[in-house]
């Protein structure tokens, strides 16, 4: 099945060289270069987004306000030339799934498609929940955010990633290399093993008693406890 992606970006030679490594990979691919023909072009249906955060009339992060608002649910990938923690953040808390600091490899970027495409289709129907909770937490996967009694949980974006991409696939066993392959730190480099061990230990620690969702697969990886 051949997937279609909408493409935001303003950068004519960026997006060319984005949308024939696109094509080569059997992507149906429409490119915009602006906000308001992006609007116009959501009227086709999409697999994914890939969205400029830098628009002439605008931000990426105002078009993903709008599309969580309709309650379109989509992959949506902010191309960001700023890889700093704060924007990063800004994006997933509007409902963004995942983000790629320019200049990027092609890899990398067909690589984070193909995941952020996947994960969408394994979730039953077509609108995910928006909210999960578990013992005394709630995780709110459109503000990427935790809380626990009502009150937010101090985390890192990397735990928050991790937590989210466990949530996703409940009841269902992760890989460690699975995991390894979906996360990546703030300077968008892919983490180690030892370094999934440790933003497991600090999750399962800011989670207290109610780490005991997070159960470990001996030899295999890790699984987040089935409700009900």
């Not at 959501?42 to 309650?71: A, H, N, W």
């Not at 992959?75 to 799934?97: H, M, R, S, W």
């Not at 999960?132 to 974006?157: A, S």
């Amino acid at each position: 099945m051949e997937h279609k992606i909408l493409l935001v970006e303003d950068d004519f030679a960026l997006a060319m060289g984005t949308e024939y490594a696109l094509q080569a990979e059997g992507y149906d691919v429409v490119h915009v270069s602006n906000l308001e023909s992006a609007r116009n072009a959501l009227t086709q249906s999409f697999d994914l987004i890939l969205l400029d955060v830098m628009l002439p009339d605008g931000t990426g992060y105002d078009l993903c306000k709008e599309i969580r608002q309709k309650s379109i649910f989509i992959p949506i990938i902010f191309l960001t030339a700023v890889a700093e923690e704060v924007n990063v953040v800004q994006g997933l808390e509007l409902g963004a799934d995942d983000y790629v600091a320019k200049p990027y490899r092609v890899k990398e970027l067909l690589s984070r498609i193909a995941a952020n495409i996947r994960r969408y289709q394994i979730q039953h129907g077509s609108r995910p929940e928006m909210s999960h909770q578990f013992g005394e937490h709630l995780f709110l996967l459109e503000e990427f955010r935790l809380q626990c009694k009502g009150e937010y949980v101090d985390c890192t974006p990397s735990e928050l990633r991790l937590l989210k991409e466990l949530i996703l696939h409940e009841g269902q066993v992760l890989t460690r290399n699975q995991l390894l392959e979906r996360l990546y730190d703030a300077e968008e480099n892919y983490i180690d093993d030892n370094t999934l061990s440790v933003y497991m230990k600090r999750l399962r620690d800011r989670l207290g008693k109610d780490a005991e969702w997070i159960e470990t697969v001996r030899g295999v990886g890790y699984r987040f406890k089935k409700r009900g």
